[in-house]
C-alpha cells in the first residue's frame, strides 16, 4: 500500500525556471492538499482540493497552480520560481474533510529555488 | 479567525521523564483538535485527535491529551519519554470546514 507519494524528493531550481511537484494516492481520498513546511513557520495551506475538479487557495497561494483532473493525483505547480519558495513542499490526503478524520501524508519534496 | 499557539518551540526533557507540550487554540465556534508527529526526515502522523466526548484523548506511543474549553487549550502528555519519542510535535485545530490549521511546531529532545 503506497499511501502518498511525491516527486521528486529532492529539486534544485533557478529563478525564473517553473516545475511541478507530483502527488498521487491510492486511498481513495476525496480530499487531497499541499503545505509548504518553513523553519519556524509549521505548515501552511497552499491549495486544497475537496474532490476531482475542485480546487481552493489556502493561507499562502500565490505563485502557486493546481488542478485536480482525477481522484488519484494533485499536482503542484510553481509558474516562475522565487528564492522565496525555497522550502519543504508536503502533500497530504484524507477520506472526508480534514475536520474529522486523519490526514495521510507523504515524505515530502525539498526544493531549493536559487 | 482561527489559530493555534504551541507555547514552546523546543522542549527537552530527560529519557523517562513525563512531558507535556502546550497547545492553545483560539476560535469562535466549536473545533475539532488533533496532535500529529513529525519524525526527522518524515511526514507527519497523526497521534490523536478530539472530536467530541471523552476530554481525555489516548493517541499511539503512549501520549495523552486533554481537551480543556474553558482554558482553550489541548495540552499533549506522556508520562515517561524514550529516546525514540525525539520528533517535532504539530497541534492543529479546524474550525469544522474543509481547512486544517497547524501550530509552529515543538521539537522534543529527549536527553541520555
Known amino acids: 500500500n503506497a499511501g502518498v507519494t511525491q516527486t521528486p524528493k529532492f529539486q534544485v531550481l533557478k529563478t525564473g525556471q517553473s516545475m511541478t511537484l507530483q502527488c498521487a494516492q491510492d486511498m481513495n481520498h476525496e480530499y487531497m492538499s499541499w503545505y509548504r513546511q518553513d523553519p519556524g513557520m509549521g505548515l501552511r495551506l497552499i491549495h486544497y482540493s475537496v474532490g476531482a475538479g475542485i480546487t481552493d487557495q489556502g493561507e499562502v497561494p500565490n505563485g502557486y497552480n493546481v488542478s485536480r483532473s482525477t481522484t488519484e493525483d494533485f499536482p503542484l505547480r510553481l509558474l516562475s520560481a522565487a528564492p522565496s519558495q525555497t522550502s519543504v513542499y508536503f502533500c497530504?490526503?484524507?477520506?472526508?474533510?480534514?475536520?474529522?478524520?486523519?490526514?495521510?501524508f507523504g515524505e515530502g519534496s525539498r526544493l531549493t529555488v536559487l | 479567525a482561527q489559530s493555534v499557539t504551541q507555547l514552546d518551540s523546543q522542549v527537552p526533557v530527560f529519557e523517562e521523564a513525563p512531558v507535556e507540550l502546550r497547545c492553545n487554540y483560539s476560535?469562535?465556534?466549536?473545533?475539532?483538535l488533533f496532535w500529529y508527529v513529525q519524525y526527522p526526515n518524515q511526514g507527519l502522523q497523526l497521534l490523536l485527535k478530539?472530536?467530541?466526548?471523552?476530554?481525555l484523548v489516548k493517541g499511539i506511543n503512549g501520549f495523552e491529551a486533554e481537551f480543556n474549553k474553558s482554558q482553550t487549550s489541548f495540552h499533549l502528555r506522556k508520562p515517561s519519554v524514550h529516546i525514540s519519542d525525539t520528533a517535532e510535535y504539530f497541534c492543529?485545530?479546524?474550525?469544522?470546514?474543509?481547512?486544517?490549521?497547524f501550530g509552529k511546531g515543538t521539537r522534543l529532545h529527549i536527553l541520555p
Open positions: 476560535s469562535s465556534v466549536s473545533v475539532y
Open positions: 497530504a490526503s484524507s477520506y472526508g474533510a480534514p475536520n474529522t478524520g486523519e490526514l495521510f
Open positions: 492543529a485545530v479546524t474550525p469544522g470546514d474543509d481547512k486544517i490549521i
Open positions: 478530539y472530536l467530541s466526548g471523552s476530554t
